[in-house]
């Protein structure tokens, strides 16, 4: 009926390595009831290869974290992942996709060790004698490849003494060279967590660190400030030619810098009436880039002309002009773009340009009203016919079908929930049968109690049925965690004085 996952690298959402691997609650309750071989096999595969497709934006580390607690399992395999040869091997970014999940994971670890979701910043320099996690984590912070990451762990799990003691050996690992001094500074203003490098800044007992670090920030500084002096960028009596030809050279540039939405908000600043028509001919001219900007600067101010221009840029076959052209009609709150999403919903298939019917979808989805809920439950259904349960375009058709209450959803919602590999779309996918489906509180609200997204778990904790024994049970649980994150135990806690 519909296209399934097409991501080789996930196992079925019917076995427990896939259901790990999504980071679904029932991965966790089925690896629990699973004989315990099994169950850390499937938990050390997702450890060891991330099965998550954006890093960023996806939770995990929680989620492996307390399920290795709960099996007790061994850091053996973290261990010897971090310590293989091949990580001196990668580089800074293919050094975070390779170990970035397994540090979170200790850094977790870590906390639970010490018996604290809070860094024991005034604990006493024995205080990591037992944590084994915390050791790995100085370990690799002083030899690894994804040193910052780590080092980023420990800044909030860490004592003062014991992060101390790693400055020599990091800031070894940059020469006393002005390349080296540069490269440091940039490490140091990178820092997700700054911690470490003020206590080595003041640390005492080493003097010449301190000097160094102090030396290479105030050099950092100067530096941005001269850059910030010399930008390349509009100024002020630009007119609205330069700007789009700014616009342009950026993007003739190699490799390309794409300059329109900067250029968009420097045309709001100088644009008057009276160049609307040069505004005009840049949105139907061949220059790419000053045609998006001149596109986006019109939709935002809800130019009479920019619908047609959009529909046109539309079917343009560069994907540099079409994509920001759809960009900019998404941008648009207009009652004529909401009108004219609705006459572009309704159009028969494939009689638009590639990409429009998808936008004009979209916009009824987060703007429009009950009468627009069955175009936005036919483009729901197309797109998982047609792209899967992993399509982007699902995301706000999903949120769509929630925000209307669009029951008859519920079915195709169940389908997205089961087999996405993204948690943040089966959170929202959650979020949506909490409004559509009737069976959702003494159903799937339950095994959201124990998903690795914070939003997930939130959205159970407000509606899960509480006849379930072990629904009561997890809630007390989430509320005593010091890792949990504040809005779920809000939200349990709420669900617990009832």
Do not use: K
């Amino acid at each position: 009926m519909f296209v399934d996952s097409v991501d080789s690298d996930i196992a079925p959402s019917g076995t427990l390595l896939g259901l790990l691997q999504r980071g679904r609650g029932d991965g966790t309750l089925h690896a629990l009831a699973a004989p315990r071989s099994e169950a850390l096999a499937a938990l050390r595969h997702c450890l060891l290869h991330d099965p998550r497709r954006d890093w960023q934006v996806e939770h995990r580390s929680l989620y492996y974290a307390r399920l290795h607690r709960d099996l007790d399992a061994p850091l053996d395999d973290l261990e010897r992942h971090l310590f293989a040869p091949e990580d001196a091997l990668c580089g800074p970014e293919e050094a975070e996709a390779r170990t970035g999940l397994a540090l979170s994971v200790l850094g977790h670890l870590a906390s639970y060790a010490a018996g604290s979701g809070e860094h024991p910043a005034g604990a006493e320099p024995s205080a990591a004698a037992d944590n084994a996690p915390l050791r790995l984590l100085r370990r690799y912070a002083t030899v690894g490849a994804n040193w910052q990451w780590a080092l980023d762990e420990l800044a909030v799990r860490d004592d003062d003494a014991g992060l101390r003691l790693l400055g020599p050996a990091v800031l070894s690992r940059f020469p006393q060279t002005p390349e080296g001094d540069a490269e440091l500074a940039a490490a140091a203003r990178d820092a997700f967590e700054p911690r470490p490098w003020r206590l080595w800044a003041e640390d005492p007992a080493h003097p010449g660190q301190a000097e160094r670090l102090l030396r290479v920030q105030e050099r950092g500084s100067f530096d941005r400030w001269q850059r910030q002096l010399r930008t390349p960028g509009p100024r002020p009596g630009w007119s609205v030619q330069e700007i789009l030809d700014w616009a342009q050279d950026g993007y003739e540039q190699h490799p390309r810098l794409h300059r329109e939405a900067p250029a968009a908000r420097c045309l709001s600043a100088v644009a008057g009436p009276e160049d609307r028509p040069l505004l005009l001919a840049a949105a139907r001219g061949p220059r790419e880039a000053a045609r998006c900007a001149a596109l986006r600067h019109l939709a935002d101010h809800d130019d009479p002309d920019v619908l047609d221009l959009i529909e046109h840029a539309a079917a343009d076959p560069s994907p540099d002009v079409s994509r920001p052209a759809l960009t900019a009609f998404a941008r648009m709150r207009s009652a004529a773009a909401l009108a004219r999403a609705r006459q572009w919903a309704a159009a028969p298939e494939n009689s638009l340009p590639e990409g429009l019917a998808s936008a004009a979808a979209e916009m009824l989805a987060c703007r429009g009203g009950a009468s627009d809920a069955d175009a936005v439950l036919a483009a729901l259904r197309r797109t998982v016919r047609l792209e899967g349960p992993d399509s982007p375009a699902l995301w706000p058709l999903v949120d769509g079908a929630g925000r209307l209450s669009i029951h008859c959803a519920a079915p195709i919602l169940r389908h997205i929930y089961r087999e996405t590999a993204s948690s943040q779309l089966r959170g929202r996918t959650a979020g949506a049968l909490s409004a559509t489906d009737p069976s959702f509180a003494a159903g799937f609200a339950i095994e959201c109690l124990w998903d690795c997204e914070e939003s997930t778990r939130e959205v159970a904790a407000q509606h899960a049925a509480t006849g379930d024994d072990r629904v009561v049970e997890r809630l007390r649980r989430l509320a005593a965690d010091p890792a949990e994150e504040a809005g779920v135990q809000s939200a349990v806690r709420g669900r617990l004085a009832r």
